[in-house]
């Protein structure tokens, strides 16, 4: 199995920047692919950006040309470089995996808190 940990939440101010990291351990030859999710009170968990082990990335319309999703394989760390922060940015983040012969990202870290407020 993947296990998967997240760090560098906190609080930011509109306009600020603040970068995720997402650590993977375990079975991390399985992995496919890697993304960031969010989810914001009374919401839905929603995508956010997810990036193959090519190094194709796809991210939300809401973070597009604001966020950046980035790996090193060789690591299996995962990054979200998050710029321009909104309040509406503000979420749980969740660092998720897709393994090799898997449908959809079925592996999560348990979150890190995001917050954009003045």
């Known amino acids: 199995q993947v296990q998967l940990m997240e760090s560098g939440g906190g609080l930011v101010q509109p306009g600020g920047s603040l970068k995720l990291s997402c650590a993977a351990s375990?079975?991390?030859?399985?992995?496919?692919?890697m993304g960031w999710y969010r989810q914001a009170p009374g919401k839905q968990r929603e995508l956010v950006a997810t990036?193959?082990?090519?190094?194709?990335?796809n991210y939300a319309d809401s973070v597009k040309g604001r966020f950046t999703i980035s790996e090193d394989t060789a690591q299996n760390i995962l990054w979200l470089q998050m710029n321009n922060l909104t309040p509406e940015d503000t979420a749980v983040y969740y660092c998720?995996?897709?393994?090799?012969?898997?449908?959809?990202?079925?592996?999560w870290g348990r979150g890190t808190q995001v917050t954009v407020s003045s």
């Open positions: 998720a995996a897709q393994q090799v012969g898997a449908t959809e990202y079925n592996r």
């Open positions: 375990g079975s991390t030859s399985r992995i496919h692919a």
């Open positions: 990036i193959t082990r090519a190094g194709i990335s």
